[in-house]
């Protein structure tokens, strides 16, 4: 939640309704992202009087989280032996 509130701000998270975390095999998903892509540029979607897995919504927020890229580990340095 608190990536929510980084996202969104406190105040805006105490008016959320309702959050629905949407996981990865949901077979939905692939088209809801299609019918509301979230691109690498926006943090989040919103959308006003929509319908989205069958409830009617005054106001919906899409976040897409993305797994974080895996550091690359830092080369060592090798050191003459003394």
Known sequence: MDLIVKSIGR???VELARV????TNDPNLKSL????????GEP???????ELFGLEM?????????RPVA???ARRVL???S
């Open 44 to 50: 989040e979607r919103r959308m006003r009087n929509v």
């Open 33 to 40: 992202l299609a019918k509301f892509p979230v691109d690498n």
């Open 20 to 23: 629905e975390p949407i996981p």
């Open 11 to 13: 105040k805006s998270f």
């Open 58 to 66: 005054e106001e919906a927020i899409i976040l897409r989280a993305k």
């Open 79 to 81: 050191q003459r032996a």
């Open 71 to 73: 550091k690359k580990p």
